[in-house]
């Protein structure tokens, strides 16, 4: 089949790695776009994608969000025109998902988290849904994914592209970071999205007290430009922002701990064996209480819940994840078998 794959977000990358070598693996031709948003496209050059870049986000605004989505599915719209595309693949790009059904194309969605209204679209859109085990049934059926459409994974999917993850001896050095202090990764809320409060005040109280400790040293990964001006009170103090993008994994190996207002980092950490904190201010998902209740992340709900600030020593054991690569592309293999798209 000629599969196109849209990379919309910087985890997408990671996750999407060893789907695609497994899809070429097996014979499939692959048509790769991404996105300008975080290191998407920086990433996607790391891993060489052989991939397009088209359109962007729309910034903090919701509206311009909205509209930026739509002119993004006109864009993936004319790319794609006469490539005879058997099946469009993401992890819920909602511009894709829409450029796909307009010119009649199977679409596949895979996604871990419930609370997002935007699944609205997508669930009723798609062809096929895959989610992870955790994801509650009820949210499925809220947002329009029938059972004859809905797959389901075992584990969760950080465990997918980290199954094969070897750490890089002395990652942490070569970004010049100092190895005698407690190294904290920190990662701002997406508070433009339609699924987070618009402002977590606690991060602010939590910046204070990361930089209060001479003996931590905090790597700050802002989501969008903007971000980067959250730590102009912090400047020449033990605060950092990479220039350019960083092997998440790796880095996520090498700190002794992770604190993060999304999911992905997080869970990325519980997989890995480093200290994960959440500091997300909206709703859990629940592949995140399924790694809270393995002991796994920890919630940072109050300024008494702040990690304590040492180094971790030795890390957990990992998250094993064996099979699910083929599990879950045979899912999405599936949902094109048999299907006619108007190509």
């Known amino acids: 089949m000629n599969i196109w794959i849209d990379l919309a977000n910087s985890p997408q990358v990671l996750f999407f790695r060893p789907i695609i070598s497994h899809l070429r693996s097996l014979g499939h031709e692959l048509v790769i776009t991404t996105r300008h948003y975080a290191q998407t496209v920086e990433l996607a050059d790391v891993f060489a994608l052989n ?17 930026s989505n739509w002119e993004r599915s006109n864009e993936l719209r004319r790319f ?22 307009r010119m009649g194309i199977p679409a596949v969605t895979a996604t871990d988290y419930e609370h997002n209204p935007l699944n609205h679209l997508a669930f009723r859109l798609a062809t096929r849904v895959i989610v992870p085990q955790a994801f509650p049934q009820g949210m499925l059926q809220r947002f329009g994914a029938g ?30 970071l100092p190895r005698d202090k407690v190294l904290v990764v920190l990662r701002p809320p997406a508070d433009w999205t339609v699924y987070h409060p618009k402002r977590n005040k606690l991060m602010d109280r939590l910046m204070e007290f990361l930089s209060a400790d001479p003996n931590t040293f905090v790597v700050f990964l ?29 880095l996520i190996w090498a700190a002794d701990l992770v604190i993060s207002a999304g999911g992905t980092m997080n869970r990325e950490a519980a997989v890995l064996g480093t200290p994960s904190y959440t500091i997300f201010a909206g709703r859990l998902a629940g592949v995140d209480e399924f790694l809270l209740n393995k002991g ?48």
């Open 51 to 67: 991939h397009t870049p088209l359109g962007g986000h729309g910034g903090r605004s919701r509206s311009r969000a909205v509209w």
């Open 296 to 343: 796994r992340m920890k919630v940072i709900q109050n300024v008494e819940d702040f990690p304590p600030l040492r180094r971790s020593g030795e890390k957990h054991d990992r998250l094993k994840g064996e099979n699910l690569l083929s599990e879950l592309t045979l899912m999405m293999l599936e949902a094109a078998q048999g299907s006619t798209g108007k190509h």
């Open 147 to 176: 059972s004859k459409k809905v797959r389901r994974y075992s584990g969760i999917k950080e465990q997918i592209y980290l199954q094969d993850f070897e750490p890089e001896k002395d990652y942490a050095a070569r970004l010049g």
């Open 222 to 250: 802002p989501r969008i430009p903007d971000q980067r001006s959250m730590i102009d009170p912090w400047k020449g103090m033990n605060v950092w922002i990479p220039d350019s993008a960083v092997d998440g994994p790796n």
């Open 80 to 101: 794609v025109s006469g490539r005879k595309i058997s099946m469009a693949l993401s992890h819920n790009s909602y511009s894709q998902i829409l450029a796909a059904w």
